[in-house]
Nanobody, 114 residues
Framework: QVQLVESGGGVVQAGGSLRLSCKAS????????MGWYRQAPGKQRELVAT???????NYADSVKGRFTISRDNAKNTVYLQMNSLKPEDTAVYYC????????WGQGTQVTVSS
């Protein structure tokens, strides 16, 4: 079992920045993939950024150059640094971890005002 707890969401003006954190606990040694996804009202959940174990990072075209995903293995935490935020970035952001199973956090709300 893996537990994921996101934090760092909030309300920010367009052009501002936020850093999301996702702390993993439990069977973290078995995690081979982590990522951030988001879901805006009335839309499907979409990939934002991923960071596989031992692999290269991957970003949605809409966030390339603005968002950066990183991980601190000592803290069992994955971060999403979000810069130059736009109103269309408004969504609930979810952390995901894959072992043999698929785990999701509870989500954290990000609201970008224009």
């Amino acid at each position: 079992q893996v537990q994921l707890v996101e934090s760092g969401g909030g309300v920010v003006q367009a052009g501002g920045s936020l850093r999301l954190s996702c702390k993993a606990s439990g069977s973290i040694g078995s995690i081979n993939f982590m990522g951030w996804y988001r879901q805006a009202p009335g839309k499907q959940r979409e990939l934002v950024a991923t960071i596989p174990s031992g692999g290269s990072t991957n970003y949605a075209d809409s966030v390339k150059g603005r968002f950066t995903i990183s991980r601190d293995n000592a803290k069992n935490t994955v971060y999403l640094q979000m810069n130059s935020l736009k109103p269309e970035d408004t969504a609930v952001y979810y952390c995901r971890a894959i072992t043999f199973y698929d785990y999701w956090g509870q989500g954290t709300q990000v609201t970008v005002s224009s």
